[in-house]
């Protein structure tokens, strides 16, 4: 099993950053996919997560959604098995529930939710106007 811990979310005014962390545990021996995907406001269903950016922690290729690019940057520490979400020039539409998930579980787009495998409980950014 894979275990996924996020943190670093929090309140912040728009224009603002913040850097949130996924700490991986398990079966990280080979390389994998991990993204960050957001849930907004009355978006509940997983199908409405927004892929937000994804790395492939072989080569650390990044793959970057159009709606922050510019101002989200993903990265990896592979020593302290953690991922990093970089994010700046925060907007008001930023805000949500962000969640990092990996292992993909079939080939193609890795910043769809329902290719990944792996999940963690999410972690909260709310960005005031």
């Known amino acids: 099993q894979v275990q996924l811990v996020e943190s670093g979310g929090g309140s912040v005014q728009a224009g603002g950053s913040l850097t949130l962390s996924c700490t991986i545990s398990g079966h990280t021996a080979r390389p994998f996919f991990l993204g960050w995907f957001r849930q907004g406001p009355g978006k509940e269903r997983e199908g409405e997560r927004e892929?937000?950016?994804?790395?492939?922690?072989?080569?650390?290729?990044?793959y970057i959604a159009d709606s922050v690019r510019g101002r989200f940057a993903i990265s990896q520490d592979k020593a302290k098995n953690t991922v990093y979400l970089q994010m700046n020039s925060l907007e008001p539409e930023d805000t949500a529930m962000y969640y990092c998930a990996s292992h993909l579980l079939s080939s193609g787009n890795p910043l769809i939710a329902s290719r990944f495998h792996y999940w963690g409980q999410g972690t909260q950014v709310t960005v005031s106007s």
């Open positions: 892929g937000v950016a994804t790395i492939y922690t072989g080569d650390s290729t990044t």
